[in-house]
């Protein structure tokens, strides 16, 4: 421990100058850190915590969310907000509550494994199951009802097709 | 998981390097593939003819690329104005203050409440091979200082070994260097290397090895004063009759490589990342400002570009004052630097070649989002003695930079407590930027105090940006790949008609400032070339 290192030279210089009325005891120098910090014990005092944690992928270079919910949570929610609604700056995030683009399934899996103008894809980060997945939530929430679901296998299958084209 | 059967893309190209190579492997395919490239920049701007009949040039964005081009063509005599969708010039070079506010997409509002220090959101450390930025703060008088990249006592941190304990950088560093010497010094010694390496050769290199990886006399990397000298002491040597100076204990081989935290050292031979680096005084935002102040006259703020018209003779830039309702208003000008991030030009009506309105649409825009916690004192500093550098961690928040300035100030202090971008390819970049405002400074907290405990006791206030959430850029920068430049890059930069488009997107330095200024720098003299042909 810091304190015991220090405290022992402080100690012998003080017997040792104790004559000596203007010395100036000083701590030995212990290069620093004697101890690397250790994560605290205990509760974290950082409130709501624990719920903001859960939003990130449990890896960095792979989704690790399954629901469709925590994937648009985790990255969708970005630029396409919390309730589907995009965003106006000097350009436009498009709203994917009531948008008829997403009438045909296959053009939002698209979007998601090829990108789309300013936005980047997310086939390598999400699989065919986690695209799918946040293709229906996207396809059911907020209100949206557009007929059909996305499957694993559809995703297979536009995979590798339409990648790239978007490029 | 499915993958495809295709070309791998430069993702899984770097995700397979990384794999089998390591992540130093992987950073130095980043670099081949274009995130190092550095300018043929002379140390001049351009010579321009300059503008012989009074042309007139509209430039669109007062970044740095927009007011390099108006700063130079002016000088050329040509009649520049400049149109700006914020109220304020400099771009992505801003920096962030206490009292400063902003609203972001979606509505929430950041605030800033520091009472010392900043965050400097985009653009915060300058290489020294920038030549042109520099050139720039010289010319306009902006204060440089050095920017502490490297330090020894900072941490390399991995939640994953060493039980979270996070390890010193100089530590890490000396040990591994220790022991690659030791086992390539033993793959010497017992002639593993007869056939590639001559006797003579062994001999110098085993002597070399000894002195570089400062092995004992049986080419052994083990604890003694003589590491101490390099590696540091527990007991530093003293004074009077201070107590017998004590070396420090290398960690252990085996779990040094498994923690992986070497990987991370790569970062520190990055050429950006050189020594030494500089930063300017009072935060990043004064390049800006002191562009600003010099085109001031120049610049048309609050301006926001719905329209690029163009003809034979000229352009037509249509545009609304975004203070003045919905009027659409005018400028004409002979020629259009445009320097408008392409995330925004995308979605813009604008005359220009399919050509280049493919390419315009066709680079992404990369996540990216910083963090800065305020704590009541400078703990780093006074408890553990790191002065200027940044921690790596594998925790979301990555890095945590300690500030270059007010070094061994007694009041409160600003850590950049969490930063990515996309060109690391982690998704956590996407989360940061989905969370809102306060929810930012909360996971910084959280996982920042992992590695400094006295977050919890020292805490102040935070603040944050999310690139992806600036209304004027929505995202970071131009996230290129080598196809995408195959393929548009060309496009992208050449003049079309009369207009032309500049910015770090139009260069080989993506998402660094030297990249716009040196596109400005270029797109001007081929114009001016262009015009006096």
Known sequence: ?167 | MTMPITMPTRRQLLAMIGTSAGSAAMYQAMTSMGFAATSDYTGKPPPLAGARNGESVVILGAGLAGLTAAYEMRQAGYNVKVLEYQDRGGGRCWTIKGGDRFTELGGAEVTCDFETGYLNPGPWRLPIHHYAVFDYCRKLGVALEPFIMKNEKAYLHNSKAFGGTPQQIGHVETDIRGYTSELLAKSVRQGALDETVTREDQERLLEGLRGWGVLDKDYRYVKSDELGEVRGWDVLPGGGLMPEAEPSTPIAMSPLLQSGLWNDLFTFNHYNHHPALFQPVGGMGKIGDAFTRECRDLIRFNSQVVRVEQGENGVTVHYRDREGGDDILQETADWCICTIPLSVLAQMDIDVSDAKKKAIAAVPYASAFKVALEFKRRFWEEDEWIVGGISYTDLPIVQIAYPSHDLFDKGPGVLQAAYDTYTAEKNWTYTFNALDPEERIIAAREYGRRIHPQYDAEYMSGTSCAWHRVPWTLGCYGQWTEELRAEHYETLCEIDGRVVLAGEHCSHIPAWQEGAILSALDTIRRLDRRVNA
């Not at chain 1, 000596?20 to 004697?34: G, L, M």
């Not at chain 1, 969310?65 to 000097?90: F, K, V, W």
């Not at chain 1, 007929?147 to 536009?158: C, F, H, K, R, S």
């Open chain 1, 1 to 167: 421990m810091k304190t015991t290192i220090t405290m022992l030279p402080v100690a012998l210089l003080l017997a040792g100058f104790a004559v000596a009325q203007d010395a100036r005891p000083f701590d030995a120098p212990v290069d620093s850190p004697p101890d690397l910090p250790t994560a605290p014990a205990g509760p974290s005092p950082v409130e709501g915590a624990e719920e903001v944690l859960q939003m990130f992928s449990q890896q960095p270079d792979q989704f690790t969310q399954t629901g469709g919910a925590a994937l648009y949570d985790t990255s969708c929610r970005a630029c396409h907000m919390g309730e589907g609604q995009g965003a106006i700056g000097a350009g436009t995030y498009p709203h994917l509550a009531a948008n008829p683009k997403l009438t045909s399934k296959y053009y939002i899996v698209t979007v998601l494994l090829t990108g789309y103008h300013g936005m980047p894809r997310f086939g390598d980060q999400m699989d065919d199951e986690q695209i799918a997945a946040v293709s229906n939530y996207v396809r059911t929430a907020w209100g949206n009802a557009y007929p059909g679901t996305v499957t694993a296998e559809d995703v297979a299958g536009l995979r590798g097709k339409g990648e790239g084209a978007g490029d």
